[in-house]
Structures are given as structure tokens and as C-alpha cells.
């Protein structure tokens, strides 16, 4: 049964920083963090803006919408909250995330690090897409992504 995603709060970070993002129906606003500088350019971080003059700060279509409910339908959260590091490999740094997905039945908070359950790879491009940036479109990491 699908359920409808009215908040997602993603971050990925490595070494201490990263971005976070802030998806939001009832908005229609996603919004971004940009600790290492990936999504803006640097005199971004240098200007005292208003909010609505914030590069960061995306209004949503009706197509990013689709978008997000069809990786909805794709999320599940017990399978993320067991998904197994593979054995006899030992990571000792990379990527850690953390995502809050909040419906009309609760919030699932979940966190990784350097293991990416089904339908990560999507949600990570899908919220980076906003900004065109850190995108892996040309690389095949997410391929064959169930």
C-alpha cells in the first residue's frame, strides 16, 4: 500500500560535511544545505539573502512530485533498516547518510554508512537533480537498482 511522503529530510556527508536536503509537499519547496560548497557557488555563502532570493530554496512541479511518490512506492523502510553489509568487507571511511521520511502513518528515520539500500541511489539523484549537481547520472552506480 503506498503511502503518501509529505517530508523527506536527507543527508549525506563524509568526513564531517556534507549536504542536507528538506523536501516538502505541503510547501512545494525542496531546500539544501550546501556544507562543502556543491550545490552553490561560493559567493552564494558570502551573501546575506532573503529567503526567497536563496538559491537553495527550489519550488516543486507537479512532475517532481510524480517523481517522488513513484520512489515512494519503491521505499521501504524494514527492508532499509536490515539491508547487510557484505560479508568479510570492512569500510573504515566514506559516506554516511541519514533520511527521515515522514507520512500520514509516522516518520521512519534511518541512517547508513557506505551500504545503499534499494532505491537510495534514487532519492540521492532525485534531490540532487533539483540543483544539478553531485549527480552520478553518467556513472552506473545506480544501475540495476531494484
Not at 500500500?1 to 523527506?8: D, G, L, S
Request: with cysteine.
Amino acid at each position: 500500500m503506498m503511502q503518501t511522503v509529505e517530508h523527506i529530510y536527507f543527508r549525506e556527508s563524509g568526513m564531517g560535511r556534507g549536504q542536507t536536503f528538506w523536501w516538502d509537499r505541503a510547501s512545494r519547496t525542496v531546500r539544501a544545505e550546501d556544507e562543502e560548497r556543491r550545490l552553490s557557488g561560493w559567493w552564494f555563502q558570502e551573501l546575506n539573502l532573503p529567503e526567497e532570493l536563496n538559491p537553495l530554496l527550489i519550488e516543486l512541479t507537479e512532475e517532481d512530485i510524480y517523481l517522488i511518490d513513484m520512489w515512494s512506492d519503491r521505499f521501504d523502510a524494514e527492508v532499509w533498516r536490515n539491508y547487510p553489509y557484505p560479508e568479510g568487507v570492512m569500510i573504515c571511511d566514506g559516506t554516511d547518510w541519514e533520511i527521515h521520511v515522514m507520512t500520514e502513518n509516522g516518520t521512519e528515520k534511518l541512517s547508513g554508512s557506505n551500504i545503499y539500500p534499494p532505491g537510495w541511489w534514487m532519492i540521492r539523484e532525485l534531490l540532487y537533480g533539483y540543483y544539478d549537481a553531485g549527480s552520478n547520472r553518467e556513472d552506473e552506480e545506480g544501475e540495476g537498482e531494484q
